[in-house]
């Protein structure tokens, strides 16, 4: 390495055997990629060795460690580069000497590069010291210097087979839970703990000896050598050498126990450095999963870091998720729905997921895990987790699987309970809201307006309706209603809903009436319809429609519902009152506006208004009408004449009852011309009309803010005289006021 510098000392002999035992090492492995191997003595680093493409930044970390070497602590950072050694035991005089690595700690892992180290320390020694047999160096090498226990079992099989040219059999086991397996070797065995206890000597832990394997293999194990592998007392694995003839075992016990017994402390070794990683690896896990829970209260991203911890901890095994649940997620999470029933259900996944148990599907070499995501208070679905290939699980990994599941399902929980508080916080914010706005006194029409759009707004409706009922039987679509229910034809569709409400007065919840025996509104397929009831009398219902089949929701039906209770009093109140309201300003028999709402509206016409015109009608010889027919006859004559007067004037002109067989109309902005037209169209139509036939004279008064002060008392009068000559002067006729006369108004 060009850029690098290499020290010249007497220790230099280091360097070539450094470099031939790292050259086979898999550079490919993304562990050693920007990676430099070094060996040092006390206080500096005398030779190197790179693995992988070696960047211009990593140059001057080099350096630095070149410079400032320590061996205490092992460990030493610049910038984003990490320097860890370890001791072995050779000498430069009375000087320590450390294998070590410099490496890219953003990128790489330090616990993965020190247990190779540590292989990689091994293997060194091993490689000075060489002797017969299978050695550290050939094993390491082979297991590209990593020491984990599954690791060094595959490459000591694979390093036997060419030992032994394949005359013999290995096999070594692993404990799984109360039994072992069989990793690596020619046969394929699951033995029972208590009989491979049986089977050593304890006086014996550690050595190499002939074995009677027939009781646990048969016949193809009649002559072995086994070797059981202890770790604090406990019988954790095994390794048998299976012979063909007696004789063969005898001659290959002494030689075999020099080298195999020398690979036992590595053995025992790379099964605690395993089980270690596994636990760190599981840790390192739980710790970012739970982190990321504590993190986000959104479903998807916690169903997303569930596949991904599983993927990360199997990278082998098929995961699927199996929701009970509605929740939408990314097309990259892998899901299936949860079914149930006889045809349909999976019995396995269908029991994980009612008791909350983890199931275990062994079918054939292949096994299936259905674990339920748990939380406090219910399950929210099941993983599907399926091994590719024959795997055995012990006890330790699916507990993990379970508490792996159970942080998720927790999470899930709390993330489906956030939601909902803040479903129903908003649901609450609405109702106060509305309530509120409610209760400030509106006009029905406004009223009604400020609902529909928060049905709008709220569950995105297309149209919304507000049918009231009346006493009748007759039903009205009120004012402030979308488009679509103020069709004369879209009313007529709804008259079999509205007598299904009046007999049921229940909430109903259409998804989609394509499917229903009656359709009601053939474009659309949404529907939710609420009763609107006060004091247990059904008052009207309200409607809110959408084109797209099942648009509605279940909580925006239930929310729906709860708004309308709280509006019904509101709307009530609303029309009782405007109806109230009409009533003191309308006379009951002529239903025209009162005396007092007159004077009212012509006061504040002088206020605001220009001129105006006012017109006293009194119908001629009402009392002869009354003694002729009876009076019953007499109230039906005023009130065909107040139907004529209220044909023939604007919606801003006031008709009233001024008194007996007197009415009145007030023009607000017209000129007295104009008023001399209305009333003498009114003169003729009453005598065209009614019937019995009858004729009405008027009086005319007219003000105008230019010509004369407004003055109401006036108006009046002056209207009251005219109207009094138009009937000494031979009644069924218009006079306009003298005054008006006077003022040269009566052509304006």
């Known amino acids: 390495m ?56 990593m140059i001057e970390p080099i350096q630095f460690f070149e410079r400032v070497f320590q ?35 953003t990128s790489q892992s330090e616990i993965e590069l020190r247990a190779f180290l540590k292989g990689l320390v091994v293997g060194f020694v091993a490689f000075i010291e060489e002797g017969e047999g299978i050695h550290f160096k050939d094993l390491l090498i082979k297991a590209n210097f990593e020491i984990e226990f599954s690791v060094l079992t595959k490459a000591f099989a694979s390093c036997y087979q060419k030992h032994c040219q394949r005359k013999n059999k290995l096999l070594i086991f692993e404990k799984h839970d109360d039994c072992f397996i069989s990793l690596k070797g020619d046969l394929q065995r699951r033995i029972n703990h208590t009989d491979l206890l049986l089977l050593f000597d304890d006086n014996m832990k550690e050595q190499l000896r002939v074995v009677h394997g027939e009781s646990l293999f048969g016949e193809i194990a009649t002559h072995c050598l086994g070797c059981p592998i202890f770790v ?58 739970t982190k990321k829970f504590h993190s986000t209260m959104n479903i998807e991203e916690i169903l997303g870091e569930i596949i991904d911890a599983l993927h990360t901890a199997y990278p082998s095994f098929l995961v699927h998720l199996l929701l009970s649940q509605e929740w939408k997620v990314k097309a990259d999470i892998p ?23 983890i199931q275990i599907d062994q079918t054939g070499e292949r096994m299936t895990l259905y674990v339920p995501l748990r939380g406090k208070q219910g399950v929210y679905g099941v993983m599907e987790i399926k091994s590719s290939q024959t795997v055995i699980l012990p006890r330790s990994e699916i507990d993990f699987i379970q508490m792996l599941a159970d942080t998720g399902g927790n999470a899930l929980e709390n993330a489906e309970l956030y939601q909902q508080s803040r479903n129903l916080i908003h649901d609450l914010q609405l109702i106060n809201e509305t309530s509120h706005q409610l209760n400030l006194n509106l006009r029905l029409a406004d009223t009604i307006n400020f609902m529909v759009q928060q049905i709008i707004e709220s569950f995105g409706a297309e149209h919304v309706g507000f049918i009231m009922f009346h006493p009748k039987g007759e039903s009205t679509v009120l004012e402030g209603s979308t488009e679509l229910f103020l069709k004369e034809d879209t009313q007529v569709k709804l008259d079999s809903l509205i007598t299904k409400m009046k007999r049921e007065k229940d909430p109903i919840y259409f998804g989609d009436l ?9 474009e659309y397929k949404s529907m939710l319809v609420v009763p609107m009831i006060q004091s247990n009398e059904l008052k009207g219902m309200v409607l809110a429609v959408h084109r797209l089949p099942y648009y509605f929701t279940f909580e925006n039906f239930k929310l729906l519902q709860s708004l309308v209770h709280h509006s019904t009093l509101a709307f009530t109140n609303s029309m009782l009152h405007e109806e109230l309201e009409r009533l003191v300003i309308t006379d009951h028999l002529t239903k025209l506006y009162s005396r007092s709402h007159l004077d009212e509206r012509i006061q504040d016409s002088m206020y ?120 000494e002067t031979g009644k069924n006729q218009v006079v306009v006021s003298d005054w008006n006369k006077e003022k040269g108004m009566e052509g304006v």
Not at 90 to 105: A, H, R
Not at 342 to 357: F, M, S
Not at 514 to 522: A, F, G, M, N
Request: hydrophobic share 40%; proline share 3%; charged share 25%.
């Open 2 to 57: 060009d850029k690098l510098t290499f020290f010249e000392s007497r220790l230099q002999k280091y360097s070539s055997y450094l470099k031939e035992l790292v050259s086979d090492i898999d550079v490919h492995t993304p562990s050693f990629k920007q990676t430099v191997i070094f060996i040092a003595s006390t206080n500096r680093i005398f030779t190197m060795h790179r693995l992988g493409d070696i960047p211009d930044r």
């Open 608 to 727: 605001k208004d220009g001129q105006g015109a006012f017109l006293l009608l009194d119908i001629d010889n009402f009392k002869l009408i009354n003694d002729t027919f009876g009076h019953q006859v007499g109230d039906d004559i005023i009130i065909q004449v107040a139907n004529v007067m209220k044909k023939n004037i604007r919606t801003d002109d006031i008709a009233a009852r001024w008194g007996g067989e007197e009415l009145a109309i007030y023009l607000p902005r017209v000129e007295l011309s104009i008023a001399i037209t209305i009333a003498e169209r009114i003169v003729q139509t009453v005598a065209i009309e009614t019937s019995p036939r009858v004729t009405v004279s008027i009086g005319v008064s007219h003000w105008s803010a230019y010509k004369n002060p407004p003055s109401l008392d006036h108006l009046f009068k002056e209207a009251d005289q005219a109207l009094y000559r138009a009937k």
């Open 335 to 357: 899901t299936k729905p949860l079914t149930y029933g006889e045809e349909t259900g999976n019995k396995i996944v269908e029991h994980a997921y009612l008791t909350g148990d």
């Open 232 to 289: 604090e007392d406990e019988l954790v694995a095994a390794c048998f050498f299976l012979f063909e003839d007696k004789g063969e075992i005898l001659a290959a016990r002494n030689s075999y126990s020099h080298w195999f017994n020398e690979l036992l402390p590595l053995f025992k070794k790379g099964y605690i450095l395993e089980q270690e990683n596994k636990k760190t690896k599981r840790r390192n896990i739980l710790m970012q999963v």
């Open 71 to 105: 061996n205490n602590p092992l460990v030493n950072k610049f910038n984003d580069y990490t320097q860890i050694a370890v001791p072995f035991s050779g000498y430069d005089g009375e000087n320590q000497l450390y294998l070590g690595m410099i490496f890219d700690s």
């Open 514 to 522: 394509e499917s229903q025996e009656k359709q009601y509104l053939t």
